[in-house]
């Protein structure tokens, strides 16, 4: 099973800074990799896929990079709807696996 | 507009079993995969089980396989999960969720949409 591990685990921001979100796997998903937003009481919602393209309707503030092992999301200029929870997900291979989450909060 | 709709969602005792429902709505329900994942309360989300577009093969996550078991009736576009052998660690909001891809050449399986989902409490 790839293991994802995300970091950090909480991230405190003001609107209108950026954030950087790490996403890093036990071993190379070659960009099979998505990014997803969970709000509080909300089911996730797809942001990136393929580790750097933005899925229909998601602002540009938003963007992914990375290959290999290591992957990065940056929120460029934080909105007070972007406070929220992020996953990212590998889909190099069976099992299907998630990181744990980074919650971005208002600092 | 795609929608999702899980529902059988409830209280039930360990080691009985229990079974979801996913009606789904907006897009070809033949021509795409559906998968479930499932949240713990508080917890992050866990992969359960996927079935492709067609019913011809499954892939379950290690925590449920051979306990629980996907399937699909495309001529009611409704996607299910039977549940047997209930653990306390089962408790979580059970997310239907659509695969991106379309038909049987797939690189990869990821959600593009999903539903609201039910909650499954599975205690004494």
């Known amino acids: 099973e790839i293991v994802m591990t995300q970091s950090p685990a909480t991230l405190s921001v003001s609107p209108g800074e950026g954030a950087t979100l790490s996403c890093r796997a036990s071993?190379?998903?070659?960009?099979?990799l998505v990014w997803y937003q969970q709000k509080p009481g909300q089911p996730p919602r797809l942001l990136i896929y393929t580790a750097s393209t933005r899925a229909t309707a998601v602002p540009a503030r938003f963007s992914g990079s990375g290959s290999g092992t290591e992957y990065t999301l940056t929120i460029s200029s934080l909105q007070s709807e972007d406070f929220a929870v992020y996953y990212c997900q590998q889909y190099s291979d069976w099992p299907l696996t998630f990181g744990g989450g980074t919650k971005v909060e208002i600092e | 507009q795609v929608q999702l709709v899980e529902s059988g969602g409830g209280v039930v005792q360990p080691g009985r079993s229990l079974r979801l429902s996913c009606a789904a709505s907006g897009f070809t329900f033949s021509t795409y995969g559906i998968h479930w994942v499932r949240q713990a309360p508080g917890k992050g989300l866990e992969w359960v089980a996927f079935?492709?577009?067609?019913?011809?093969?499954?892939q379950y996550g290690d925590s449920v396989k051979g306990r629980f078991s996907i399937s699909r009736d495309i001529s009611k576009n409704t996607l299910y999960l039977q549940m047997n052998s209930l653990r306390p660690e089962d408790t979580a909001v059970y997310y239907c969720?659509?695969?991106?891809?379309?038909?049987?050449?797939?690189?990869?399986?990821?959600?593009?949409?999903w539903g609201q989902g039910t909650l499954v409490t599975v205690s004494s």
């Open positions: 969720a659509k695969d991106y891809c379309s038909g049987g050449t797939c690189y990869g399986h990821y959600f593009d949409y």
């Open positions: 079935i492709s577009f067609d019913g011809g093969s499954s």
């Open positions: 071993q190379s998903v070659s960009s099979r």
